[in-house]
C-alpha cells in the first residue's frame, strides 16, 4: 500500500527557512517521480517542485532561488528545503508521486500524480 506522510511544516517569520519531509512506503522513492505541491486558501494550487529518479528537478517561477528538493534513498524520503520564505509561500504542502510515464515538468504543472499525502501547513508571517 502506497503511502506518503508530509512534516516539518509550521510558522515561521518571512525571511526564515523550513524542511519538508516526505516519508514514503509501499514503494521506492529512488525509482519514480517525486513532487511537491501546495494549496492556499482561495487561490490556485501549484506545483512547486518535482524530482525524477535522475535526481532532475523542475521548479516553479516562485521558488526558483529559494527553494530544493533531494532524495534520501536510504531513509526513502524526499526532502523540500524552503529559504528566505515569503508570506505568499503560505499553504498546505503535500507531496506525491507519479511513475515515469509522464515528465516532472508535466507532472508539476498539470498536476498528474497517482498518490498524494494528507499535507502539512506551512504559515509565513511577523
Known amino acids: 500500500q502506497v503511502r506518503l506522510v508530509e512534516s516539518g511544516g509550521g510558522p515561521v517569520q518571512p525571511g526564515g527557512s523550513l524542511r519538508l519531509s516526505c516519508a514514503a512506503s509501499?514503494?521506492?522513492?529512488?525509482?519514480?517521480?517525486i513532487g511537491w505541491f501546495r494549496q492556499a486558501p482561495g487561490q490556485e494550487r501549484e506545483g512547486v517542485l518535482c524530482i525524477n529518479r535522475r535526481g532532475e528537478a523542475y521548479y516553479a517561477d516562485s521558488v526558483k532561488g529559494r527553494f530544493t528538493i533531494s532524495k534520501d534513498n536510504a531513509k526513502n524520503t524526499v526532502y523540500l528545503q524552503m529559504d528566505n520564505l515569503k508570506p505568499e509561500d503560505t499553504g498546505v504542502y503535500y507531496c506525491a508521486t507519479v511513475d515515469d510515464r509522464t515528465t516532472i515538468a508535466t507532472m508539476c504543472a498539470s498536476f498528474e500524480y497517482d498518490y498524494r499525502g494528507q499535507g502539512t501547513q506551512v504559515t509565513v508571517s511577523s
Open positions: 509501499g514503494f521506492t522513492v529512488a525509482h519514480y517521480h
